[in-house]
């Protein structure tokens, strides 16, 4: 399956991603009770394509932000293909994430290699990683980028890396474009500020209660602790 990686500036990722969640919220089923058995964690539904349309969208983000993403995005690029090539060879079964973490969980596969299991899991990184740069810049739009990406690293992605990602990173920083140029992008065409970041709050909303359900399945299933080098 290939996915269509690049958007209209008119159509801006953020707006994209409003549609894809609002999709999602649509097509997800909502568990009965709040507590459930690791087991009984099928009743839970993550629609998978649209998760992968999110993350997709978080690429075409961070290349806005430019070189200084270049070891993030490989990164994400490698878990969409992981799962989009799971997905494909069963759509039908596939088309929930918590039933390809299942999978590997029961087939005690989750921990070896490049599991799907662990595609999913940095991939929520990574959406943990772009929701906090967000929350960030809705409050400021002229804060300085470096900054935020560096608080917004700090927060969701640092605690999982080992010397070599973060050294990496540390590196990358230093690349960061100024927010001005960033925001001019993001916004796209015939937008005022004010629009802007109703839209990033709208997005926030969506966003947040999404990841949070996912990084419950994921503590439920014990994939939550995994670290990368």
């Not at 549609?19 to 999602?24: G, N």
């Not at 300085?144 to 990173?169: C, D, R």
């Not at 927010?179 to 970041?197: A, C, E, P, R, V």
Request: with cysteine; charged share 25%; hydrophobic share 40%.
């Amino acid at each position: 399956m290939k996915r269509k990686r690049d958007m209209e500036i008119e159509s801006t990722e953020i707006r994209s991603a409003i549609q894809e969640l609002s999709m999602l919220q649509l097509l997800k089923v909502q568990p009965e009770e709040a507590e459930a058995e690791a087991d009984d964690h099928n009743i839970t539904t993550i629609p998978t394509l649209p998760f992968l349309s999110i993350s997709t969208l978080v690429l075409q983000v961070l290349d806005k932000i430019g070189p200084t993403m270049t070891v993030l995005r490989q990164d994400i690029y490698q878990n969409i293909q992981r799962l989009e090539k799971i997905h494909d060879s069963d759509p039908s079964l596939y088309s929930n994430i918590v039933e390809i973490l299942k999978k590997e969980v029961n087939e005690g596969k989750e921990r070896k290699g490049p599991s799907c299991s662990k595609a999913v899991l940095w991939l929520t990184r990574s959406l943990d990683f772009t929701l906090a740069l967000l929350q960030l810049l809705v409050e400021d739009l002229e804060r300085n980028m470096e900054q935020a990406v560096q608080e917004s690293y700090t927060k969701t992605l640092k605690p999982w890396h080992g010397w070599i990602s973060s050294a990496a990173f540390k590196v990358a920083l230093k690349l960061v474009p100024d927010s001005k140029g960033l925001i001019t992008i993001l916004m796209g065409k015939n937008k005022s500020n004010d629009d802007f970041k109703k839209e990033m709050r709208t997005l926030i909303s969506l966003l947040a209660p999404l990841l949070k359900e996912i990084h419950n399945v994921l503590g439920a299933y014990g994939l939550d602790t995994f670290k990368s080098t």
